[in-house]
């Protein structure tokens, strides 16, 4: 069963950092791109960012690029959002989510329960 | 970028209708396109793939159709399960992007 465990989630003050992680297991990781998408509260859905496989490609939305970078591990099943310079906009539950492959340009299948981040002071 | 409207924002249907929501595209996405259903306090489940391929697990009472910038989710008889809001998602090029959503609400 493919499971998505987000982590890392709380409290912060604007200007702060926060790492999220995302443990995956129910699958072979190294074979799948992953996205970080958020929802801010009562809002629907953004997309923040995306790293292929083998981490070569990566992308970010426009509203967290220079603040926010995506990582993994393959060896440890494991996606990381190092997040800096945090905002209140920045305020959402924050999903870990699974491409159906390892290449850029495939749908999601699989979305974890989400962390919520809170930026305030 | 590309932009991702969906309608209508929310609509009100009794247990049993058919029930069409709209996604169009700010530009050709061709068949990139994935439907999301999210119910109040959960994360999002994925449906549709590839605007017309059901997710495993999804139900046959769910469609995807259309192509380039124009498409649609369909629910054939829709059940007290279905109550929830869909979202729309192009992947054809990066940044994504989501529609606004669509609440479907029990009248």
């Known amino acids: 069963e493919v499971q998505l465990v987000e982590s890392g989630g709380g409290l912060v003050q604007p200007g702060g950092s926060l790492r999220l992680s995302c443990a995956a297991s129910?699958?072979?990781?190294?074979?799948?791109?992953m996205n970080w998408v958020r929802q801010a509260p009562g809002k629907g859905l953004e997309w923040v960012s995306y790293?292929?496989?083998?981490?070569?490609?990566?992308y970010y939305a426009d509203s967290v690029k220079g603040r926010f970078t995506i990582s993994r591990d393959n060896a440890k099943n494991s996606l990381y959002l190092q997040m800096n310079s945090l905002r209140a906009e920045d305020t959402a539950v924050y999903y870990c989510?699974?491409?159906?492959?390892?290449?850029?340009?495939?749908?999601?299948?699989?979305w974890g329960q989400g962390t919520l981040v809170t930026v305030s002071s | 970028d590309i932009q991702m409207t969906q309608s209508p924002s929310s609509l009100s249907a009794f247990v049993g209708d058919r029930v069409t929501i709209t996604c169009r595209a700010s530009?050709?996405?061709?068949?990139?396109l994935a439907w999301f259903q999210q119910k109040p306090g959960k994360a999002p489940k994925s449906m549709i793939y590839?605007?017309?391929s059901l997710q495993s697990g999804v139900p046959s009472k769910f469609s995807g159709s259309g192509s380039g910038t124009e498409f649609t989710l369909t629910i054939s008889s829709l059940q007290p399960e279905d109550f929830a809001t869909y979202y729309c998602?192009?992947?054809?090029?990066?940044?994504?992007?989501f529609g606004g959503g669509t609440k479907v609400e029990i009248k």
């Open positions: 998602q192009q992947y054809k090029s990066y940044p994504l992007s």
């Open positions: 989510a699974r491409d159906v492959s390892g290449r850029p340009w495939s749908a999601v299948d699989y």
């Open positions: 530009q050709d996405i061709s068949n990139y």
């Open positions: 790293i292929s496989s083998s981490s070569t490609t990566i």
């Open positions: 129910g699958f072979t990781f190294s074979s799948y791109s």
């Open positions: 590839d605007a017309s």
